[in-house]
Nanobody, 118 residues
Framework: QVHLVESGGGSVQAGGSLRLSCAAS????????MGWYRQAPGKQREMVAS???????VYGDSVNGRFTISRDNAKNTVYLEMNTLKPEDTAIYYC????????????WGQGTQVTVSS
């Protein structure tokens, strides 16, 4: 029903910035929450940032103060502005959309690689 496509990943030097985008398409009634998760080899997937349809945000401790999540509800798109990137930010970043219509369900994108070199 909902298809998510991430973009904006790439390689950057430590201290640099990247902006990730995730666009949702398909049959969309509403998306309650959108968020970004990441997973690096040898680590479990962790929540990076999440935002509700009302604009309430939650950040993981490791990125709080450096990353900013935002969304454009009209475009069904969520963004992640990543600043002051560190090598430990290197991971595959996944977009998640939580919907409540027609039923509660989580949709995931295929991920985009972010690599931060020292």
């Amino acid at each position: 029903q909902v298809h998510l496509v991430e973009s904006g990943g790439g390689s950057v030097q430590a201290g640099g910035s990247l902006r990730l985008s995730c666009a949702a398409s398909g049959i969309i009634f509403s998306i309650k929450n959108m968020g970004w998760y990441r997973q690096a080899p040898g680590k479990q997937r962790e929540m990076v940032a999440s935002i509700t349809d009302g604009g309430t945000t939650v950040y993981g401790d490791s990125v709080n103060g450096r990353f900013t999540i935002s969304r454009d509800n009209a475009k069904n798109t969520v963004y992640l502005e990543m600043n002051t990137l560190k090598p430990e930010d290197t991971a595959i970043y996944y977009c998640k959309a939580h919907v409540t219509r027609p039923k509660m369900y989580d949709y995931w994108g295929q991920g985009t690689q972010v690599t931060v070199s020292s």
